[in-house]
């Protein structure tokens, strides 16, 4: 993988407008970084893995899950193009969880000697990094709190409102309009609820005209303000509280001192 960035890499960043940043990062690795292809459905990471720390998904989605002993299974995120996914740290070396392809994905793997260098570009990296680390955790939380306290249909619509939020920011929307590879049954699995009740509620919003649906072409926001309501939400504010200022963080002429940001891990 030494030399120039790898294709898939180079086109994705022109086609979305992504920061520079981590391209630049990832040139200039040389012989140690690791760029990769996982097929819809292959198994990345699986949980107590001893793994590498970090994934930067270029290309795809990837579903983090959690099984029990019983062989029941959870979503418990999702991971989108321009997002970083941490695996495991010095500290606790084993993935936490497993990780799946739900799509081909094109995936960088980035290790703490990258991550904790000593230049402007590695500071600015972790700030990117730990503004991700924060938006994640701001959004699972917030899935969390609707999980135990809200209705099947303020966890469907909050679920549905996080995608377009996160796929808009990947360049990802048109308009209203969003596809995402996940099925029915997965949107259940990521919001702890039956497939029969993901679809009766879907219909019920579908029949409010709240949204239009077709599982092979994607959604569509008809009445993004009822959704909003519904997920109990102000669009302006979970904007803020979900996505990092990646734009920001990327501009050539802005000042980064790799002392005022230490080795995150």
Known sequence: MAGCIPACIANSNQKAGRPDLIYRMVDQLGSKRVAKRAGRGTTIAYEGDDTGPFIFVINGWIATTKSLSGGQTQITDLVLPNEFLLLATDVSPMAAFSVEALTDVDYVLLFFDTVNGCSSEAARLRRYITGDICGRQARLSALMLRLGRASAESRIAFAIMELFVRLEAAGEVKGQKFHTPI???????FVGLSNVHV??????????????????????????????HLADIDMDEFRLAIIPDRAGLAQPNSTFSPEAWPAII
């Open 183 to 189: 099925n029915q049954h997965q949107l259940g699995d």
């Open 199 to 228: 679809c009766r509620t879907l219909r019920r919003m579908v029949r409010q005209g709240i949204m239009s649906i077709n599982w092979k072409t994607g959604f569509e926001i008809l009445d993004i303000d009822a959704l909003c």
